[in-house]
């Protein structure tokens, strides 16, 4: 057996773990390497989002040793220009947006356009055979729309599931010594999965919880783009179906995952590339699981996958059936145990939330797209509030506060004060732009024996759909989001120098003129309070 594969791993992370902490060090001297942070990273610290750098360079060592000490591989391999140029190009697609911010659509249609040109050296999915009724599909004209689908989906599948420290990391490196193995059997792209297994291997000392550096968009892209591509050009050497269901396998917890988060999105009217905090990740951390605990447990269920991948490597795809019901049974079985079973298969309970929830989320867009628009009108951050206020009291909610550096500024809807309310504190860029904290009453049901002050409140309050606990955790996003853009849209517009500090520390007001503390004598007569 050729010990080729391991050394090339041993330079996969040799190179990783030397340029990890150079970028690190970077990092730190020069700020504008670290995309600031969204709403939904609350890290208090900037972390570095390029840790796809070092992949990049490590993708990049391995195919120049390959060159020198093996070129017998690299030229039986048919289209390794191109699998080398594409990787690249779409790493500088991810790169860009991790240090500028692209949209979600310039991302697509590059990755759209970066898989197409891959198509043109003559690498695509020409038919399928399916295993079990042993009939073969041509697909003619579709195999260049199935091949750029898989390729954009697995590099957007990798992209999605980044979302909590060494997830994404991990699972990549069991796809990579999967494919390293397949790779063996048909003379494909062996080496190179083994030399990206080993750069992942030392990333991963880096990533692991608490995280140093992120994959970031570049990282993931060339990760996600690479697993799509080393799984095709297998699948040209020997069973296509095969080669293409085994990575599957691997992903099941992510393609689950990514699959609710889709159809979540779609149905409440979000887009479907806005993040959330509603993932299998953060279900486990709502649960009481420690980074470190969620991480393990996902490597736990995809060592599971990870075997049935390589037995439908091993068992040419004959036995695909029996292995996708193992693979569901195990999904319920860890379903059921994470009361995940309930939510997931109440289709009628779920579709009937989510038309509610879609009129509100839609109506809540469209007060943030006024808000936005209005913060590039206002003549102070005052009146920008003042918006703010307005839509809050619009979508429902009862108290809003936001904290800066110098004071806070407070508002209260004095109808709904003695309600008992669910509480939720936005860190804005992740603390460094202060914080807002928002409240909207929750139901309940006075007893006779409360005060009558409570339960005249309650018979005369205005009823919302935020008073939903789901519907309070989206539209309360909603809210601190438009606020962002809103300020942001203000500040170019309206700072100067001589108010420059004004611009990001506001003085402390209310709507009436003067600080006033918020009463919460209603948060003792209900536990509704979230965080």
Request: proline share 5%; net charge positive; aromatic share 10%.
């Amino acid at each position: 057996m050729s010990l080729l594969p391991v050394v090339t791993a041993l330079v996969g992370m040799g190179v990783s773990c030397l340029m990890i902490p150079l970028i690190l060090r970077q990092s730190e001297r020069k700020l504008f390497l670290v995309r600031p942070a969204d709403l939904h990273n609350t890290n208090p610290k900037p972390i570095p989002r390029l840790g796809g750098v070092a992949l990049a360079l490590a993708f990049l060592s391995i195919e120049a040793f390959v060159l020198f000490a093996a070129p017998h591989y690299r030229a039986e391999l048919t289209g390794r220009n191109a699998v080398v140029f594409a990787s690249i190009a779409m790493f500088a697609l991810g790169l860009w947006d991790d240090l500028r911010g692209l949209g979600a659509r310039k991302k697509l249609v590059g990755q759209i356009l970066i898989a197409a040109g891959f198509c043109c050296s003559g690498i695509f999915v020409e038919e399928l055979r399916i295993p079990v009724m042993g009939h073969v599909i041509q697909l003619h004209g579709f195999g260049v729309p199935v091949t750029i689908f898989w390729l954009v989906g697995m590099t957007n599948l990798i992209n999605f599931i980044d979302g909590a420290d060494g997830l994404a990391g991990g699972i990549c490196l069991m796809l990579m010594v999967l494919l390293a193995v397949l790779g063996h059997q048909t003379g494909g792209m062996e080496l190179l999965a083994a030399g990206m297994a080993g750069a992942l291997l030392g990333f991963l000392w880096y990533n692991f919880p608490p995280a140093r550096i992120y994959l970031g968009d570049g990282g993931a892209y060339l990760v996600g783009f690479q697993i799509g591509l080393f799984s095709l050009v297998n699948s040209r050497k020997g069973e296509v179906f095969a080669a293409l269901s085994a990575p599957m396998f691997v992903l099941a917890l992510p393609i689950l995952d990514t699959t609710l988060a889709i159809l979540r999105r779609g149905l409440w009217g979000l887009s479907i590339f806005r993040p959330d905090r509603r993932h299998l990740h953060h279900h486990l951390r709502r649960i009481g699981f420690s980074s470190r605990k969620i991480v393990l447990s996902f490597y736990g269920v995809t060592l599971v996958f990870l075997a049935l991948g390589f037995a439908s490597i091993w068992l040419r795809g004959e036995w695909l059936p029996g292995l996708v019901g193992i693979g569901a049974l195990v999904i319920i079985v860890c379903a059921d145990n994470l009361s995940f079973s309930r939510e997931w298969f109440n289709i009628g309970h779920v579709l009937g939330d989510s038309f509610e929830m879609r009129k509100e989320v839609k109506y809540a867009l469209s007060l943030m797209q006024w808000l936005q628009m209005e913060g590039g009108r206002c003549a102070s951050l005052d009146d920008l509030w003042v918006d703010f206020v307005f839509s809050a009291r619009k979508l429902g909610f009862s108290s809003a506060k936001l904290t800066l550096a110098d004071g806070q500024r407070f508002w209260v809807d004095t109808n709904n004060r003695l309600i008992p309310a669910r509480w939720v504190r936005h860190e804005l860029d992740g603390g460094r732009s202060g914080a807002l904290e928002l409240e909207a009453p929750c139901e309940f049901s006075p007893s006779e024996g409360q005060a009558a002050g409570l339960a005249w409140a309650w018979e005369h309050r205005h009823f919302s759909r935020v008073s939903d606990p789901k519907s309070f955790e989206v539209l309360s996003e909603l809210l601190a989001e438009g606020w962002m853009k809103a300020a942001k849209s203000w500040s170019p517009h309206w700072s100067s120098p001589s108010d420059s500090t004004r611009a990001v520390i506001p003085e402390a007001t209310t709507s009436g003129g003067s600080p006033r503390p918020r009463l919460r004598p209603a948060r003792k007569a209900a536990s509704c309070r979230i965080s």
